[in-house]
């Protein structure tokens, strides 16, 4: 990776000021994490009241959107994001809303968790960034280290064709540095795409397995946001 990108202070203001500005009273989960948490399906199962009393990672939780869901599972809810800023204010925006979560800071290489904290590991559109010096294995690695044998990953990725990897510096491997971000967020940053199921398999093995792989395709009026949705079980 080149030294002229975004660095993580760079994208932790960018961010912070992002969500400060946004900051919503209510909050509202994403459709494939509902669907990944209650839906049935050929390729996926799920058992709602086998969530009751496990111990979740939200990581890059962002405005906490998901963790109402999470709570009204029954779970013990924790979440990670990139600046203390935003930890405060979505901890104080869950409190608002009458939900009990942990928040702290970390990086999706490097989580401030015991070796298998975690029953179960939500990354909702998080996992797959990046940072300088490190590579998507690092990421994998370390949300393997915080999940307990057989705990639950439940994980979206950026399809190669999607909206944020246009014009996308290629730096080897699937590792992309986005270059013209609508949003205007996250230019200069790293991601990490797969163009097919077997890289997922191949990028997360032999840490996870069982993977049971999905995908959605939308048009949501000129942003074409095509990404996978995966769950999968820590090894051992």
């Known amino acids: ?7 993580p202070a760079g994208i932790d ?3 912070g000021a992002f969500y400060q500005k946004r900051n919503p009273a209510h909050v509202y989960p994403v459709e494939f994490v509902v669907r990944a948490f209650l839906g049935n399906y050929p390729r996926h199962k799920t058992d709602a009241a086998s969530y009751r009393g496990k111990r979740v990672l939200d990581l890059g939780c962002g405005d906490g959107r998901n963790m109402p869901l999470l709570s009204n599972l029954g779970m013990e809810v924790h979440g990670t994001e990139i600046s203390q800023e935003i930890c405060d204010l979505t901890v104080a925006r869950m409190k608002n809303l009458g939900i009990d979560a942990k928040l702290a800071v970390g990086r999706n290489h490097a989580l401030p968790y015991t070796d298998g904290f975690f029953d179960i590991v939500l990354a909702c559109h998080a996992c797959y960034y990046v940072d300088p010096g490190t590579r998507f294995s690092d990421n994998v690695r370390e949300i393997a280290r915080v999940m307990r044998p057989g705990g639950s990953f439940v994980f979206s ?3 190669g064709t999607t909206y944020v990897l246009r014009g996308a510096r290629d730096h080897g491997d699937g590792h992309m540095e986005i270059a013209a971000d609508p949003y205007g967020l996250r230019n200069g940053y790293v991601l990490k795409k797969f163009d097919n199921e077997a890289e997922i398999a191949s ?8 993977f049971e792989i999905g995908s959605c395709r939308n ?8 990404v996978w949705t995966v769950a999968c079980r820590k090894a051992g």
């Open 13 to 15: 203001g960018t961010y």
């Open 219 to 226: 048009d949501f009026w000129g942003i074409e946001e095509h």
């Open 203 to 210: 990028a997360l093995s032999p840490a996870f397995g069982g």
């Open 1 to 7: 990776m080149t030294d002229d990108k975004k660095s």
């Open 157 to 159: 990725a950026p399809i």
